[in-house]
């Protein structure tokens, strides 16, 4: 089985640019979540998709958006980039239910100067 | 809403002492519970779950970890600790919240000494 890819592995960005971030979940899950984990901190539950739509957020602004595509694959787009938005982006897929768990990528590392 | 603490940030051992890494979560529900390790240059990745029955839980690598309700923790442990367990190590917390936000700890460092 594949497992999940993310692209770009890094990239750097200017405040009040925008960047997309990619996702390819493992085969045969439906879900996708996306994390945000800043140096020397957990990684912290930005939105997950299911059936294409935003399934759940946690506490960030709005300029974080994202995309769930047909074929489960899944976009990460920050407006308005901000310094703090500096961390490591992490996609995790899993399928739905309580009993399931987590497949993280190697996530995309965001440097905003 | 769920919470996830561990207590150590950084924990240095000698090959084959026994390890201890404590995590305390907070949530009024049920809950799954989880440890996820991080080895240097790799992704994350799962090293044991707790969903409901036995509330001790062994994962991969010789790694088990023990549910106390009544003491909210899910405390991880390994009777010997060996060089290539060095790694990042994160307490995380999923509730039955209708969705799968799974909460994660601010993670301990472990660095096992040859």
């Known amino acids: 089985e594949t497992g999940v890819t993310q692209s770009p592995t890094h990239l750097i960005k200017t405040r009040g640019q925008q960047v997309t971030l990619r996702c390819s979940s493992q085969?045969?899950?439906?879900?996708v979540s996306w994390y945000q984990q800043a140096l020397g901190q957990g990684p912290q539950f930005i939105f997950q998709y299911y059936r294409e739509e935003e399934n759940g957020r946690g506490n960030f602004p709005p300029r974080f958006s994202g995309l769930q595509f047909p074929n489960y694959s899944s976009e990460l787009n920050v407006n308005a980039l901000e310094l703090d938005d500096s961390a490591l982006y992490l996609c995790?897929?899993?399928?739905?239910?309580?009993?399931?768990?987590?497949?993280f990528g190697a996530g995309s590392r965001l440097t905003v100067l | 809403a769920q919470s996830v603490s561990q207590h150590n940030h950084h924990v240095i051992l000698s090959e084959a002492a026994s390890l201890e890494l404590g995590c305390n979560y907070s949530?009024?529900?049920?809950?799954?519970l989880f440890w996820y390790v991080q080895y240097p240059g790799q992704h994350l990745q799962l090293l044991l779950k707790y969903f409901s029955g036995d509330p001790l839980v062994k994962g991969i690598k010789g790694f088990e970890a023990e549910f106390i309700k009544s003491k909210f923790s899910f405390n991880l442990r390994k009777p010997s600790v060996q060089w290539s367990d060095t790694a990042e190590y994160f307490c995380a917390v999923n509730g039955d919240g209708g969705y799968q936000k799974v909460t994660f700890g601010t993670g301990t460092k472990l660095q096992v000494i040859p």
């Open positions: 949530y009024g529900g049920t809950v799954n």
């Open positions: 085969s045969g899950h439906n879900t």
């Open positions: 995790a897929s899993s399928t739905q239910g309580q009993g399931s768990v987590l497949t």
